[in-house]
């Protein structure tokens, strides 16, 4: 099993920018893919981003050219850059092993809670 720790988020005006952090438990060398998802509240969780080890990154439609998903190896940690929010990006974050086909396999941390408001 892998476990993962999200950071970053919080409050944050339309427009505005945030970068969330993952840290896996394992080494990222041992994740074929990572994904970040989102659940805003009275909505099912839906995946934002996956990073595979070999590949390109995939974004789901409603982040694409806003969101930016990458891993540092050095620091053994996964990023998500978050530019232009809008009050539809509110939700709490999570990032987790995948599928090539995004479905979550390790188990859900605690995530961290964005939200975009004036």
């Known amino acids: 099993q892998v476990y993962l720790v999200e950071s970053g988020g919080g409050l944050v005006q339309p427009g505005g920018s945030l970068r969330l952090s993952c840290v896996p438990s394992?080494?990222?060398?041992?994740?074929?893919?990572i994904g970040w998802y989102r659940q805003a509240p009275g909505k099912q969780r839906e995946m934002v981003a996956l990073?595979?080890?070999?590949?390109?990154?995939i974004y789901s439609d409603s982040v694409k050219g806003r969101f930016t998903m990458w891993r540092d190896n050095a620091k053994n940690t996964v990023y998500l850059q978050m530019n232009s929010l809008k009050p539809d990006d509110t939700a709490v974050y999570y990032c987790?092993?995948?599928?090539?086909?995004?479905?979550?396999?390790?188990?859900w941390g605690q995530g961290t809670p964005v939200t975009v408001s004036s």
């Open positions: 394992a080494s990222i060398f041992s994740v074929n893919v």
């Open positions: 990073a595979p080890r070999y590949g390109s990154r």
């Open positions: 987790n092993a995948a599928s090539e086909a995004g479905d979550p396999l390790g188990s």
